[in-house]
Nanobody, 123 residues
Framework: QVRLVESGGGVVQAGGSLRLSCAAS????????MGWFRQRPGKEREFVAAISWSGGSTYSADSVKGRFTISRDNAQKMVYLQMNSLKPEDTAVYYC????????????????WGQGTQVTVSS
């Protein structure tokens, strides 16, 4: 079992930066692949970025590539999403998720989800 709690969301102007954090509890965290997903207003939940259990492999959606960076600290049981050059279309609720399988962009591969944190980018 892994419990996930996101923080760090807020309101930021276009071009600004935010860092989202995801705090995990549970003994299995270091063996889980972790991901960030988002749900924009009126849209389906979509993949943002994922990181392998070791942190050695990362993947990101084309829409955020070069702007967002996922990282993790297994000793602290934390996952981060550094978001730079934010755009109004990045406005969404961002979710942290944990997968006992290999890194994936598919939400159904993730068994554990946080409650989400709101990010609003103003133009």
């Amino acid at each position: 079992q892994v419990r996930l709690v996101e923080s760090g969301g807020g309101v930021v102007q276009a071009g600004g930066s935010l860092r989202l954090s995801c705090a995990a509890s549970g003994d299995s965290f270091s063996s889980y692949a972790m991901g960030w997903f988002r749900q924009r207003p009126g849209k389906e939940r979509e993949f943002v970025a994922a990181i392998s259990w070791s942190g050695g492999s990362t993947y990101s959606a084309d829409s955020v590539k070069g702007r967002f960076t996922i990282s993790r600290d297994n000793a602290q049981k934390m996952v981060y999403l550094q978001m730079n050059s934010l755009k109004p279309e990045d406005t969404a609720v961002y979710y942290c998720a944990g997968s006992p399988y290999s890194t994936s962009w598919l939400s159904e591969r993730y068994d554990y989800w946080g409650q989400g944190t709101q990010v609003t980018v103003s133009s």
